[in-house]
């Protein structure tokens, strides 16, 4: 890759963590193009260059992430339409299997703590212009967990316990990029550690050993 490409790429990166925080700190609509541009350091010039205008840029946040995150769960997400076949143990398993992978997607250098800001702003604003093909892409996941613990406790996926619970666990996984500010500080530090993100998966992990057992089906089996 000859130094223009990289000069390229790098000018395209810096707008996109840039309109990341801004988005995610002040909304869409709040942030300008200018600000974006100033953020990143960059030319003005660079958005409709790239992205054709704002409205493409935070499109293409939203989807590549999502994207990279669906194909990050693809295999476990793929056995979800093995069920049928499977016995209580393996979907206890698929279902341990998915939300540690989905821990995991979050916790990874490539998505920063304020993407998933703007994924609770996506999922509280009902109006945005990117709610629809956010929704319809996040819910790949949602109804995969539902789909998985309605089976094991022999309920519809549609059950209001059902959506309940899925919705809690994920609620448990996204808490500890949400409480940064709280968090990271008590721990002196600036990002998780990988040590870090170990834990929060085993107490994440236990979370959903403890809500299954609660619902008197016998004691979960270590995960591996």
């Given at each position: 890759m000859n130094s223009e490409k990289k000069k390229q790429n790098l000018s395209k990166k810096k707008l996109i963590n840039s309109?990341?925080?801004?988005?995610?700190?002040?909304?869409f609509e709040s942030t300008s193009t200018r600000e974006i541009c100033n953020h990143a350091g960059v030319n003005l010039s660079l958005i409709p260059y790239y992205f054709a205008n704002k409205e493409?840029?935070?499109?293409?946040?939203?989807?590549?992430?999502?994207?990279?995150?669906?194909?990050?769960?693809q295999g476990e997400l793929a056995e979800v339409e093995n069920i049928p076949n499977m016995n209580t143990e393996e979907k206890i398993s698929l279902y341990r299997r998915l939300l540690a992978k989905y821990t995991d997607f979050l916790y990874s250098e490539n998505v920063p703590s304020s993407f998933v800001i703007l994924m609770i702003k996506e999922q509280t604003n009902s109006h945005s212009k990117f709610s629809e093909?956010?929704?319809?892409?996040?819910?790949?996941?949602?109804?995969?967990?539902?789909?998985?613990?309605?089976?094991?406790?022999?309920?519809?996926?549609?059950?209001k316990a059902i959506i309940i619970e899925v919705?809690?666990?994920?609620?448990?996984?996204?808490?500890f990029k949400i409480m940064n500010r709280a968090t990271l500080p008590a721990l002196n530090q600036d990002l998780y550690t990988k040590e870090d993100n170990k834990k929060i998966k085993n107490i994440i992990l236990s979370h959903i050993d403890t809500s299954i057992e609660k619902l008197n089906l016998t004691k979960i089996p270590a995960m591996a």
């Open positions: 309109a990341i925080v801004l988005f995610a700190s002040k909304g493409g840029l935070y499109l293409s946040i939203i989807e590549s992430i999502i994207n990279y995150g669906l194909t990050f769960l093909m956010y929704a319809k892409k996040i819910n790949i996941l949602y109804k995969s967990l539902r789909k998985i613990l309605a089976s094991i406790l022999g309920k519809s996926e549609n059950d919705s809690s666990i994920i609620g448990q996984i996204l808490s």
